[in-house]
Nanobody, 126 residues
Framework: QVRLVESGGGLVQAGDSLRLSCGVS????????MGWFRQAPGKERVFVAA????????IYGDSVKGRFTISRDNAKNTVYLQMNNLRPEDTAVYLC???????????????????WGQGTQVTVSS
C-alpha cells in the first residue's frame, strides 16, 4: 500500500521561502511520476508542479513558474517543492500525489493522480 506524507509547511512572511517534502512509502517510488497541488479554503484544487519518475522533466502552473522548483531524491523516496518569493496568494493546503499512469509525461490534471497525501498548510502573511 502506497502512502504519502507531506511536511514542511508553516507560517511565513511575503518574500520568504519554504521547502515542502513528501515522503513515499510502499510501492516502487522510482517508477512514479509525482505532483504537487494546492487548495485554498472554498476553492478548487489547483495544479502546482509535477515531475517525471527520473526527475529529468518537470512542469509548473503559471502562477508559480520561476518561483517554485520541484525535485526528487529516489534514494530517499522523497519529492520536494522549493518555494521562493512566497506571496499571500500562495496560502493553501499543499498536497502531493502519485500519478496513476506509467507511460506518459507529467500531468496537470488531478484526475490522473490516484494516491494523495493529507496535505501541509502554508500560510503567507503580507
Amino acid at each position: 500500500q502506497v502512502r504519502l506524507v507531506e511536511s514542511g509547511g508553516g507560517l511565513v512572511q511575503a518574500g520568504d521561502s519554504l521547502r515542502l517534502s513528501c515522503g513515499v512509502s510502499g510501492g516502487i517510488f522510482m517508477t512514479y511520476k509525482m505532483g504537487w497541488f494546492r487548495q485554498a479554503p472554498g476553492k478548487e484544487r489547483v495544479f502546482v508542479a509535477a515531475i517525471t519518475s527520473g526527475g529529468t522533466t518537470s512542469i509548473y502552473g503559471d502562477s508559480v513558474k520561476g518561483r517554485f522548483t520541484i525535485s526528487r531524491d529516489n534514494a530517499k523516496n522523497t519529492v520536494y517543492l522549493q518555494m521562493n518569493n512566497l506571496r499571500p496568494e500562495d496560502t493553501a493546503v499543499y498536497l502531493c500525489a502519485k500519478d496513476s499512469r506509467r507511460f506518459s509525461g507529467p500531468s496537470i490534471s488531478a484526475s490522473n493522480y490516484d494516491i494523495w497525501g493529507q496535505g501541509t498548510q502554508v500560510t503567507v502573511s503580507s
